[in-house]
């Protein structure tokens, strides 16, 4: 499985997700430039990370939405393949349209950054296949703006479609129903605050997400045998 980690400006945890997915999951990766749209042809999975994409001005990743390499990435994900956005990477989703909801300012209107416990919600689907349903795992957070929110409306169609991936286990920002980490309704698109790339060695304090980008090779690996 061949992933693009795609580079905003301002993106910070590229090199954390390049290092996870290549140097310790064992897939082929890349780093791509935002403007280097033609690099995301042949790539089999996109991977938003995080960071502070245009310095967060106006709203985080209300800039990064905008570009160019969005309408790649929705040309991507409409084909089924797998996106995932972390920290920043899910505030450009849900900024774009690509996810419903949206990241607020946290309850205590700081910066938090420490490991936190999640519940894995749901364990079929593309990115957690590898884990138990209802497992507790620790990965670090590291954002100041990781409140999610969505309607009334919004979180009863979440529930209805199992879209709910990952629960704090302690809510650390405020987030609605304890929300940080949300799948699209075909499957293919995770948005989630926790970092999961910063928990994938023991040295790091946590292997728990290593899980997570070692099931969505299990699965591409599984869908390419499929369908060849």
Request: contains cysteine; hydrophobic residues 35%.
């Amino acid at each position: 499985m061949k992933f693009a980690v795609i580079v905003f400006p301002g993106s910070n945890c590229d090199r954390d997700m390049y290092h996870a997915v290549k140097e310790v999951a064992g897939a082929e990766a890349e780093l791509v430039w935002y403007t280097d749209t033609d690099r995301l042809e042949d790539v089999d999975g996109i991977l938003l990370p995080g960071g502070f994409s245009y310095g967060d001005y106006l709203r985080s990743g209300s800039m990064a939405s905008t570009s160019n390499v969005m309408h790649k990435i929705r040309e991507h994900a409409s084909k089924g393949k797998p996106v995932l956005g972390v920290c920043n990477g899910f505030q450009i989703l849900t900024e774009s349209g690509l996810l419903p909801g949206a990241l607020m300012r946290n309850k205590h209107l700081s910066f938090m950054c420490h490991q936190e416990e999640l519940v894995v919600e749901d364990n079929q689907t593309f990115f957690t296949s590898l884990y138990e349903k209802k497992e507790v795992v620790r990965y670090p957070i590291a954002h100041g703006e990781g409140n999610y929110f969505c309607d009334d409306a919004t979180l009863k169609e979440l529930k209805a479609n199992n879209q709910i991936v990952f629960t704090y286990k302690y809510n650390p920002n405020g987030s609605i129903e304890n929300i940080a980490g949300i799948r699209n309704k075909q499957g293919n698109v995770l948005g989630m605050m926790p970092h999961p790339e910063r928990a994938v060695e023991e040295l790091l304090g946590s292997e728990d997400g290593l899980k997570l980008f070692k099931s969505m090779i299990a699965n591409w690996r599984d869908s390419y045998a499929v369908n060849a």
